[in-house]
């Protein structure tokens, strides 16, 4: 099983940014799409961002499409989620989380992001 | 966007007894290569979700027998034969048949 473990979360006044990382633990990292999914304090989940396994293609959510970049390095297993222009409403532990093949198989811990001012 | 709505959104069960979560979608999941990406989710407090089922009914890697996943096209159903204490929690469905990737709002189970 891959381990992902995220880092890079904390406390952040709106319109400020934030780099999210995501650093997996096999080298088969590179053979997968990966992707970040959001759950706000005690809502749901919420998918984000979607990439594919060599980089070439990038998919977002409505709400952050032009101000959240997904990206990723296959020579450092890590997976990237760059939040520019935070709101409040983007509050929420990130998860990065593996495509297995249209499912995700394998989730890290999580890493809290609070926007406040 | 797909909107995928799961009822009921609480359901309390005993121990030993059945559990079942409906998941419908705003629109058929037959992805154009004929599968359908409707897979289930569980999310115990304070931990990430794992997968349990993908595919509407195929069993990720060392989920118990008793769950599985049922239905087609829009309409999806995920059963618990026999409920125990370690399968408390949320449950989510998720399609990935088109982008946005969408979840349902979750269905909490809970011990009576």
């Known amino acids: 099983q891959v381990h992902l473990v995220e880092s890079g979360g904390g406390v952040v006044q709106p319109g400020r940014s934030l780099r999210l990382s995501c650093a997996a633990s096999r080298s088969d990292f590179r053979n997968y799409a990966m992707h970040w999914v959001r759950q706000a304090p005690g809502k749901g989940l919420d998918w984000v961002a979607g990439?594919?396994?060599?980089?070439?293609?990038?998919f977002y959510a409505h709400s952050v499409r032009g101000r959240f970049t997904i990206s990723r390095d296959n020579s450092k297993s890590t997976l990237y989620l760059q939040m520019n222009s935070l709101r409040a409403d983007d509050t929420a532990v990130y998860y990065c989380t593996r495509n297995g093949y249209y499912y995700f198989d394998d989730w890290g811990q999580g890493t809290l992001v609070a926007v406040s001012s | 966007d797909i909107v995928m709505t799961q009822t009921p959104l609480a359901s309390p069960v005993t121990l030993g007894q059945p559990a079942s979560i409906s998941c419908r979608s705003s629109q058929s999941l037959v992805y154009s290569d004929g599968n359908t990406y409707l897979s289930w989710l569980h999310q115990r407090p304070g931990q990430p979700p794992r997968l349990l089922i993908y595919e509407i009914s195929k069993r990720f890697s060392g989920v118990p027998d008793r769950f599985s996943g049922s239905g087609a096209g829009t309409d999806f159903t995920l059963k618990i034969s026999r409920v125990e204490s370690e399968d408390v929690g949320v449950y989510y469905c998720m399609q990935a048949t088109q982008f946005p990737w969408t979840f349902g709002q979750g269905t909490k189970v809970e011990i009576k």
């Open positions: 990439i594919s396994f060599d980089g070439t293609y990038e």
